[in-house]
């Protein structure tokens, strides 16, 4: 079946689910004169959905075999602020990557959607310099395409060698400073291949280009804080800075003056595109932010703990739910499909307009992300374009939560999960689950 073109509507349903469904943006300050909207908020069209007639439209689909015998929907109208159906929900089930709507709705919620991670360059006494990790989930050695635009060990290079200068200063020795993240650097609940294949990154407070030493899915840096170190040493010799002996792990002097800085993208922007390409070593980073802004400390298990908080603080109930990451690699974790919708709906609210970055990061069925090359075929076609929603997949594990417009013009939180697929019906089953969300995307129920 051919796709249909990229068009605008795309970018104008896009601003219309995630901007104006529930309240709209923060407020304009007093002296600031607010321009009309370009859309009007999307208010509901037509009679409510009901639970019967959602129910009748989702029995089919659900009654699919390949989607294993746990298996479930949670489907929440955002527009009236109540619950329309649930099914399979009694059990909790692994997310697999849908848990990252957790992770990054917490890092809104704690750390604010403008907030950026500071990776600086600062003096250590004489000729001394030390390089110190902020946490930047992106930060990259070069410029390169894409979006957003990252922070880069380049740029940093060539103000940290124009600082020197002016100081009078042409060889330093050089130090670098990952101590902002605690623990381990791996996931204890992750199968033990993950790290030495490449799978997942040690997570660590600075890195560059998440600790890969080449492109795509390849080895990653025993030491990724070492490995930014030496990049960021070939560097400053690029810009006349001569470096003297290996870079050496050193903890920052307190209180020691910057002589350069480079800066994250927005947490709004970094949350985007981790749910976008389902990013699982942004999302272990963002974890710790976590961790570290509700006073938990930078380790994962300061992050689960962190995140456990912040979604209490937001009205969800965590009671049932065992969380073990920030990415959804471990098996280990158990959600219910009530809590992953409920990340979705208070992001919708019209309470918590700072949580929009996690609806405008969700991939758009047939056209964005981890949903691109889905809703091709058969009944899901329905809902290109319609659907936006964070994918999770591990062998044996579908899920799919997110957010659509019904053709009444009513907004829904959903998600959908199985958790007990037979591989041989992978794709079976996975096509269940886009058919689901479509169906409420043209559901007139």
Request: hydrophobic share 45%.
């Amino acid at each position: 079946m051919a796709r249909p073109p990229r068009a605008a509507f795309v970018t104008l349903l896009a601003s219309t689910l995630c901007l104006g469904l529930a309240g709209g943006a923060s407020a304009v300050p007093v002296s600031v004169q607010a321009a009309p909207p370009v859309l009007a908020p999307a208010k509901p069209e037509g009679a409510a959905p009901t639970t019967a007639g959602v129910q009748k439209a989702l029995a089919g689909v659900l009654a699919d075999p390949s989607l294993g015998k746990h298996h479930g929907v949670y489907v929440y109208d955002v527009s009236r602020d109540e619950l329309v159906y649930s099914s399979g929900t009694a059990t909790p089930y692994t997310p697999a990557s849908t848990l990252k709507l957790l992770t990054t709705v917490s890092a809104l919620s704690t750390l604010g959607p403008e907030h950026r991670f500071t990776t600086q360059v600062v003096s250590a006494g004489k000729g001394s310099i030390v390089l110190v990790g902020g946490g930047d989930p992106l930060l990259a050695v070069k410029p390169g395409p894409g979006y957003p635009t990252r922070a880069t060990l380049q740029a940093l290079a060539a103000s940290t060698a124009k600082a020197l200068k002016a100081q009078g200063a042409t060889s330093v020795t050089l130090g670098y400073d990952a101590s902002l993240f605690t623990g381990p650097a791996g996931n204890a609940n992750w199968e033990s291949n993950y790290l030495p294949e490449g799978i997942a990154a040690r997570t660590s407070a600075l890195w560059v280009d998440e600790g890969r030493l080449s492109a795509g899915m390849a080895k990653r840096a025993d030491s990724p804080a070492l490995a930014a170190a030496a990049s960021f040493s070939k560097l400053l010799v690029a810009n006349g800075i001569k470096v003297v002996g290996a870079a050496k792990p050193k903890v920052a002097p307190e209180g020691a003056a910057a002589l350069a800085k480079v800066l994250s993208p927005t947490v709004g922007q970094i949350v985007e595109y981790v749910n976008l390409h389902s990013d699982n070593d942004g999302a272990e980073v963002l974890l710790r932010q976590v961790g570290l802004a509700t006073k938990n400390g930078g380790s994962y298990a300061g992050g689960v703990t962190g995140v456990e908080q912040t979604l209490t603080k937001l009205g969800l109930q965590v009671g049932k739910a065992q969380i073990f990451d920030g990415s959804g690699l471990t098996r280990s974790n158990k959600v219910p499909l009530d809590l992953l919708a409920g990340a979705v709906r208070v992001a919708a609210s019209k309470d918590h307009p700072e949580l929009r970055h996690l609806l405008t990061g969700l991939p758009i069925a047939g056209f964005s992300g981890s949903l691109e090359e889905r809703f091709s075929a058969g009944n899901a076609g329905a809902g290109t374009g319609l659907v936006r929603a964070k994918t999770g997949t591990l062998t044996g594990v579908h899920a799919l939560a997110g957010i659509v417009r019904t053709r009444s013009g009513t907004v829904l939180a959903f998600a959908v999960a199985s958790d007990s697929v037979p591989v041989p019906k992978t794709l079976d089953a996975r096509a269940a689950l886009d058919r689901t969300a479509a169906t409420l995307a043209n559901c007139g129920c």
